[in-house]
């Protein structure tokens, strides 16, 4: 008996920088309409979905900045997502930008299971600026605005399976998905914003994609786990933000990809005893040699051979 779950990417095209909470709502609660019809059990929501990707500049006005995070969750607005949650019993990733009664500010997300928050993670490899660097073409202020995550790279069971969350960025870093693989992990979910251009390193925009797909389908067959991968999309205020949301198997392979760059359910069914053969493959446990993979943790920059 195979282990099947639908899953699904949800998509979202443009959040302009005045769009209001609740036209965002509207879109995603759209997209959750849609998977209940078309049998979605879990949606993957993008990073910072609830608005506009604003680290993109540099904001002083104080007002216009809070507006951008959430002090509760859920909220008075984003209630109606949990409520959907419930109602249509669909489970959901979201990416969103918290604010903690300290003050303190993350880029975080969360999974809902039957209107309940089942577990919850922020960023870990927060990427960009930590100042406003007149030099650059390009904004990415994330380290101005966000604090590390300090929850760890943590796994829940939930829909039968073993999910872990990852956002944009951490796709990059082999380390998030390996912590996430010992921990037996099987779907992982991460939401992301995606610059389809680097002005500052243009030598790599047509290579963008890619960069975007192959750490990700590495790290699925190196872990023997699925991959649901969700964009904010399209011309986000004059910037042009990469589509390509994926769902990925653990042979590594992209077995669905987003056609639009806009609001669109990219689903699938999978099925997750998938992961077994590949796990297997690489035994950990027989084979992993972590005595000689002190470094990885021992150093953060590269330095002298030993
Ligand atoms: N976005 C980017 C990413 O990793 C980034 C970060 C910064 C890209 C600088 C390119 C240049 O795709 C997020 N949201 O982490």
Redesign the pocket.
């Known amino acids: 008996m195979p282990r099947l779950i639908t899953v699904a990417a949800a998509q979202l095209g443009p959040i302009g920088r005045k769009e209001p909470r609740s036209s965002v709502l509207q879109r995603m609660l759209m997209l959750m309409e849609r998977g209940a019809t078309t049998g979605c059990q879990l949606l993957v929501f993008p990073?910072?979905a609830l608005t506009t990707?604003f680290?993109r500049w540099h904001i002083e006005d104080e007002a216009e900045l809070s507006a951008f995070f959430e002090r509760e969750m859920p909220g008075p607005e984003t209630m109606q997502l949990f409520e959907a949650s419930r109602r249509l019993r669909i489970s959901f990733y979201l990416g969103y930008c918290e604010q903690t009664p300290k003050g303190e500010r993350y880029n975080t997300s969360i999974l809902v299971h039957n209107g309940d928050i089942v577990g919850k993670y922020r960023?870990i490899?927060v990427?960009?600026n930590p100042v406003y660097d007149p030099s650059l073409k390009?904004q990415?202020l994330?380290r101005w605005y966000f604090r590390d995550g300090d929850l760890g790279f943590k796994t829940f069971d939930a829909l039968g399976s073993r999910v872990g969350m990852l956002?944009?960025?951490d796709?990059?870093w082999p380390e998030s998905f390996r912590v996430l693989g010992l921990q037996g992990v099987e779907l992982i979910c991460l939401g992301?914003?995606?610059?389809a251009q680097?002005p500052d390193m243009p030598e790599q925009n047509s290579l963008r994609v890619f960069h975007?797909l192959v750490p990700m389908q590495a790290a699925a067959y190196q872990n023997g786990t699925w991959v649901v991968a969700t964009a904010k999309a399209g011309r986000e205020e004059g910037c042009d933000m990469m589509g390509s949301s994926c769902i990925i198997a653990p042979s590594g392979e992209v077995v669905a990809l987003s056609y639009t760059l806009d609001d669109e359910l990219l689903s699938c069914t999978i099925d997750l005893d998938m992961t077994t053969a590949y796990k297997k493959f690489f035994d950990f446990g027989l084979y992993r040699r972590p005595e000689c993979y002190n470094l990885i943790v021992e150093r953060k920059a590269a330095g002298n051979p030993i």
Request: hydrophobic share 25%; proline share 14%; aromatic share 10%.
């Open positions: 990073e910072m990707f680290p960023k490899h990427p960009g390009l990415h994330e956002i944009c960025n796709r990059r992301y914003n995606s610059p680097l975007h």
